[in-house]
């Protein structure tokens, strides 16, 4: 196959599995977090700080925020398809660069099945067809390790090598925090270890690197902390850490699926993993590389899972060195189709294996579009309530939200939303205002709210609504 065609193939590939019905369903999990920052950004333009509601949020760094509210601004529309657009374009990127700068390297036919491996297995797809930070920032990683291995691996300069793979992990901790660098730097040490070249990163390219990527957070992180004054986000920043590390509760009592929601991550492409053999690899560099990749990526897939506060999805930027494993492996055949257990062998058809893993692949491709406009379509949660509201408040008029949590239904409420802080903020001409059920009481006692009457009771999901409830209110008169 050709460059031209393998490239066709590999859009094509993604065209179906995250296209297809991309916007049919309604935002889900943290979605919301990721787009009401968006739309508040528009709406006020402050870039520099995301907020939900009234408050800052600053959770997590702006990166997929901007990115969101890029997509609104450059479509005009804002939908779930220009939302989750960016996730599917940038998992798409990155399979193009392995394909064509890396194809040299490890080979056409390793780069064409590495970027098929990448863009269809179960954890990308899950992430790539939302807009949540997984699939953006696991592609910052991605795009930041192959550009580092290609260009260590084809021996181009120091100062390309080990700068161009640091602008993309700067970018990364603006997505989601630094914990991606350790990963990068358990791979990379890894390979260079295996290759006996350990010196390379003693190089003064590395440290240009390293400046480049803090500079790239410290444009957002100094006027944020200028802005914020006496609310430092450090405080939250620490929280967060710690959640990732001693976990919550409900996350403890399932540390127990870690694994086995983590291997699911790999699937169908992981059923090779049992019959590779790196001996068969040709190319010494090659053979070490991925040998040396295996290490780091076994290494951290299990300290990741075994700390009780994590999540499955955190080790999914190990499917950049999975991608480039299974390519490599595939094209030098590298496999040996039987399993060993002491002095018994197993053998099992290759036909099965390879069987199950296409499969696999094409019913992931179909059934997660199939998903969005079945079951997700049935259950949705959202937009039911935005329809009693936009049953009541004409589009033309103003809702006027106050001390609200995060809810993020309002999305979907036509009307031009706005944010108070309190209910005496709330203009003269105002006539709809959403409040939790606690402002009742102090309602009846202000005068020029004597004719205001709750028409709406919205309900608590605590799962989706984060425990939280609003009444609708409309003044008479």
Known sequence: MSRLASILVIIAVWAVTYLTNLGSSEFRSEEGHRVIPAVQMLQSGNYLLPYVGTEPYLRKPPL??????????????????????????????????????AGSTPGEVAATLG?????????????????EIEA???????????????LWQFKRSPWLTFVVPWIFLGLGILAKGPAHIIFFYVLICSVLWKNHRLGDLFHPAHIVGLV??????????????????????????????????HGEKSRSENWWLNFPHGFAYFLPWILLVPFIRFHKIADPLQRETVRGLAFGSIL???????????????VLPLMAPFS???????????????????????????????????????????????????????????????????????????????????????FYVRA?????????????DARFFLVTPNYQKKIRKIYRLAHARPVVWTPKYPPTFRGGESVLFVIDG
């Open 324 to 410: 480039w494993i299974i390519g490599v492996a595939c094209a030098n055949n590298a496999f040996e189709w039987s399993i060993r257990f002491k002095r018994f062998q197993f053998p099992v058809p290759r036909i099965l294996v390879a069987s199950s893993v296409a499969v696999g692949v094409v019913a992931a491709m179909i059934i997660f579009p199939v998903r969005s406009v079945t079951y997700l379509k049935r259950h949705e949660r959202l937009k039911p309530v935005a329809a009693k509201i936009n049953a009541v408040v004409p589009p033309d008029q103003h809702l006027y939200a106050i001390d609200l949590p995060f809810l993020p239904y309002l």
């Open 64 to 101: 997929i925020n901007w990115i969101v509210a890029g997509s609104f601004k450059l479509f005009g529309v804002r939908n779930e398809w220009t939302a989750r657009l960016p996730s599917a374009l940038s998992l798409l990127g990155v399979a193009l660069l392995l394909r064509t700068i």
């Open 416 to 428: 031009n939303v706005s944010y108070l802080r309190t209910i005496d903020q709330l203009p003269p």
């Open 212 to 245: 480049c990527a803090a500079g790239i957070v410290a444009a957002w992180v100094i006027p944020c902390l200028e802005a914020l004054n006496s609310q430092s986000p450090v405080r939250i920043w620490a929280h967060e850490a710690a959640l990732a590390f």
């Open 136 to 150: 953006i920032y696991v592609s910052l990683f991605g795009l930041a390790f192959f550009s580092w291995l290609t």
């Open 115 to 131: 970027a098929l491996c990448w863009l269809t297995n179960l954890g990308l797809i899950e992430k790539g067809r939302m807009i």
């Open 300 to 314: 951290l897939f299990v300290i990741i899972l075994v700390i009780p506060g994590t999540l499955p999805r955190y």
